[in-house]
């Protein structure tokens, strides 16, 4: 049932441009319009909207941030993102046209479910995305988008993630469809751009070898910390990257905003110390690129150890790390489909090498139907 990999893990990260392809099928028509069939909301519901929040717990909180960056960009509506644990025990301000996001594979997550029945007590209307066709957090909600990742058994979430960053991405383009769109060229080119993805994610896990090396480096190392940094939706990805970490091989992981550094976790830093930097794709939003250059400069300086994940053909990157591994071209809030892949193939192998069980890490449970 494994598929011929040793372990559930690695297959579902090998599944990952199958199950990405699966979520989007049949959800853009021929006009380029996002139809969300099981979505039970009219058009005017979704242009009555003046406000987005999103609850989730764990990686799907992740897919929550960077999905801020891409509804406030397409739409200019508000987006807040909340971990669903502090959510439900605050009084946040909702009422019906603030369109809750309850973001959650199993669908049972006891704190998102909480968060829901928190959200829908003030009126608020409640879109779930999740993984389990009739899970509990669906049937609470006024409308669902389900992925279609299939069963995902390994503890840590892979596929669930992409296939959730999939569904949130429609969210977001079908909001700036329905609302008049300002930017309806962009719109359109990432439709086309989204299309493409699986057939890059493919080409990222073809790859991936290297990766796996530098994980049984930082392992043979006996590297007890590492630290991840990105901007923008990086930073999203370097917080998934660390938990990914955390969770299967036991090590002091940290993702954090690039822009952060100086502000206290660039003291973390000593020899050999790896930094995993996302680094954004230097056409466009160069600034960003600047920024995150400048990073890798200031933790090369205190003896980082700096492995890039960057654009391909990135020769500045690669001028300044020790170790780079390139991804496809990619817009850049749509990114994340492509930089996640990496470093949950490097947090495989590392805990692997450290003789982890990483279907099964210890103290943790695949579904939190508990407080
Ligand atoms: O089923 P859910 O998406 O609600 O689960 C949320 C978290 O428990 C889950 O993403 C957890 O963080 C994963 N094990 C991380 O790999």
Redesign the pocket.
Known sequence: EKGGFETFMRKEINEQPGAVADTLRGRIDETGQIVLDEVRMSDQDFRDIDKVFII???????AGLVTKYAIEHWTRIPCEVEL?SEFRYRDPVLDRSTLVVA???????M??LMAVRHAKDQKARVLSI???VGST?PRESDAVLYTRAGIEVA????K??LT?LAACYLVGLHLAQVRGIKYADEVSAVLDELVAAPGKIAKVIENLEPVREMARQCAALGTDRVLFIGRHVGYPVALEGA??LK?LAYLHAEGFAAGELKHGPISLIEDGTPVIAIVPSPRGRSLLHDKIISNIQEVKARGAKVIAICEEGDRITAAHADFVFETPASPTLLSPLLTAVPLQEFAAELATALGRDIDQPRN?A???TVE
């Open positions: 989730a717990c764990g990686t799907s909180y992740h669903a973001i959650s594979q199993s669908g049972e997550t704190d998102t999740s993984n389990t957090i503890v840590a979430s892979t669930a993630f959730q938990l990914k969770e943790l695949k579904s939190v």
